[in-house]
């Protein structure tokens, strides 16, 4: 059996924060405000991979009035709903995310990041694709008021 799964996350940009893209601090003057460190990328391809396996979303499995979040490692995360999935039988197939930022340019971080979500999949960089878009200066995004991020990803069984 094969599934697909979508995932979208939106996180404000403000000062006194780090900006984690992909397990990646991008030196920026902004950062992302968020009970975790607020990777939007990553989050969006957790929420898609639980998704596809019809195991809700991250905020029932890592809900952000529980502590032990505070300020916790996206990848971390994504590393835990990579071992529910295989917990539920299922492997990743590929997973395709777009960041929507206007700034900072993100192009040279991006095989950082698709290395770091393999990783912690335990997948080879060919099946993760990362990229990154603006929105014209339009939008929440456009004029720097935060970064969005979309996923989707497939997934199948290994029962069958």
Known sequence: MVRV????????????????LGGVKIPWELGLLGHSDADVVVHAIMDALLGAAAL?????????????YKGISSILLLQKVGGLLKEKGYQIVNIDATIIAQKPKLLPHIDQMIKN?????????????????TEEGLGFTGTL??????????????RD
């Open 5 to 20: 799964g979508m995932g979208y996350d939106v996180h404000k940009l403000t000062e006194g924060r780090d900006l984690i």
């Open 56 to 68: 809700r979303d991250i905020g029932r499995h890592f809900p952000d009035t529980d502590p032990q």
């Open 117 to 133: 979500v393999a990783d912690a999949l335990e997948l080879s960089e060919d099946q993760v694709n990362i990229k990154a878009t």
């Open 145 to 158: 008021q935060g970064i969005s991020s979309q996923a989707i990803c497939c997934i199948q069984s290994v």
